[in-house]
């Protein structure tokens, strides 16, 4: 296994005196050269006087510098480009405030959203939609709100949806969101992790915002830290939180249809192969990368490789499935190029990938139907008992 990647290559630490967190990895959509990263601390009161907002996007064939400098208001918890603008970024602040970039006229902000109308907690996740103007995208936060917005106008969000999964509307009752997917072959749909461990599915094409939340899905005992479709069946999607990695089927509810084992340390992110459909890669709180193949083989990692010495915190992989950048705590950037026997879809792989999903998914939704019938009946004989112990208290009267 040793041969599968190849000797990674490092990006200078964050620059600054005070390290910050790699929070977030975006690669440029048009050429695998460029990676914009986020840079934040995310520890509750750790912002010291002296620490920097600023984050970074680094041209691979010079490492040691950054090639552009972003200064936001508030530091940035996440970054994206825009896959139809690759000179267009936006990033969602630590202070709720949503802002973009556009690469040709420096570091400063094109424009940032009001206070009044942004979130109230960091805004962990930032997608670009698929529409005609490019220009609009949505967020999340652990305010428990997804807005959504255009850059052409962020005076104010263009839609708000309040993640209360009683369908009541209720901020108060609001999942903070910490991970927001969306896959573009999917347009009405997204997905939302929360801090809770439960996801939320939505539709934002339904007509009212209690029907905008679909279904939720609850398997992880702390937060959500990855939340992602597999590229190859997009009704099956990967949750990264506490010691596991969980695979789930839309077409189930109650439970994941397949999972790692319990890791002794946290798992911090995760995401599918873009070019096989088993291949999943997790990162951890030791600083571990571990590549699964699970047709390959289930209870371990196909791979487990030592990154850094401290945490890893955020994974992106390139586009063409051969690149994969891994962001520490410390803020230093380690990219490692994957060996074609990982990234080359294999003979009758698909075939094979598509009857263990579909076998899973089928297993699970008999022990579903099962667990039903056992609770019906459960409740149908308690029932009959108290019906029984009313029916005899008043024969004692």
């Avoid at 940035?76 to 630590?94: I, R």
């Avoid at 570091?107 to 698929?130: C, F, K, M, N």
């Avoid at 850059?151 to 209720?170: A, F, M, N, W």
């Avoid at 279904?215 to 997009?234: D, E, Q």
Wanted: proline share 6%; hydrophobic share 30%; with cysteine.
């Amino acid at each position: 296994c040793r041969d599968l990647l190849q000797p990674p290559c490092s990006i200078s630490p964050d620059p600054n005196v005070t390290k910050r967190t790699a929070t977030h990895l975006s690669w440029h959509p048009d050429t695998c050269k460029k990676l914009a990263v986020a840079y934040s601390s995310l520890e509750f009161q750790q912002n010291t006087k002296d620490m920097s907002f600023d984050s970074y996007i680094w041209d691979l064939e010079n490492p040691n510098k950054p090639e552009l400098v972003l200064k936001p208001s508030s530091p940035l918890v996440c970054l994206e480009y825009n896959p139809k603008d690759s000179h267009v970024l936006v990033g969602g602040c630590y202070n709720g405030q949503l802002a973009y970039w556009d690469t040709r006229k420096g570091g400063l902000p094109v424009e940032l959203s009001t206070v009044e109308v942004s979130h109230r907690d960091p805004v962990y996740g930032a997608v670009w939609l698929q529409s005609k103007t490019g220009t609009e995208c949505f967020s999340a936060s652990t305010d428990g709100q997804v807005l959504w917005w255009d850059i052409r106008k962020l005076s104010e969000p263009t839609e708000t949806l309040v993640l209360d999964i009683t369908r009541k509307g209720l901020r108060e009752n609001a999942l903070g969101a910490v991970t927001l997917e969306f896959e573009p072959t999917m347009p009405t749909k997204f997905m939302v992790g929360t801090e809770q461990g439960i996801v939320i599915a939505c539709n934002r094409k339904a007509k009212t915002p209690s029907e905008k939340i679909t279904s939720t899905y609850s398997g992880h005992h702390g937060p959500v830290y990855a939340l992602s479709r597999n590229p190859f069946y997009p009704k099956v999607f990967l949750t990264v939180g506490d010691w596991t990695a969980r695979i789930w089927s839309e077409e189930t509810k109650e439970s994941s249809i397949m999972w790692t084992k319990y890791h002794l340390s946290y798992l911090t992110d995760g995401c599918w192969s873009t070019v096989r459909p088993a291949v999943f890669f997790t990162t951890r709180s030791d600083g571990t990368l571990d590549v699964w193949d699970f047709l390959f083989k289930q209870k371990d990692p196909s791979l487990s490789l030592k990154v850094c010495d401290e945490p890893l915190a955020s994974l992106r992989l390139q586009d063409n499935g051969c690149v994969v950048g891994c962001g520490s705590k410390l803020g230093t950037i380690t990219l490692l190029e994957i060996s074609s026997g990982l990234c080359t879809l294999q003979r009758n792989e698909k075939t094979l990938a598509t009857a263990m999903f579909e076998r899973e998914t089928k297993r699970e939704k008999i022990l579903e139907a099962r667990h039903r019938e056992m609770r019906l009946k459960e409740r149908a004989r308690s029932e009959g008992l108290g019906a029984g112990g009313a029916g005899a208290g008043g024969q004692r009267c």
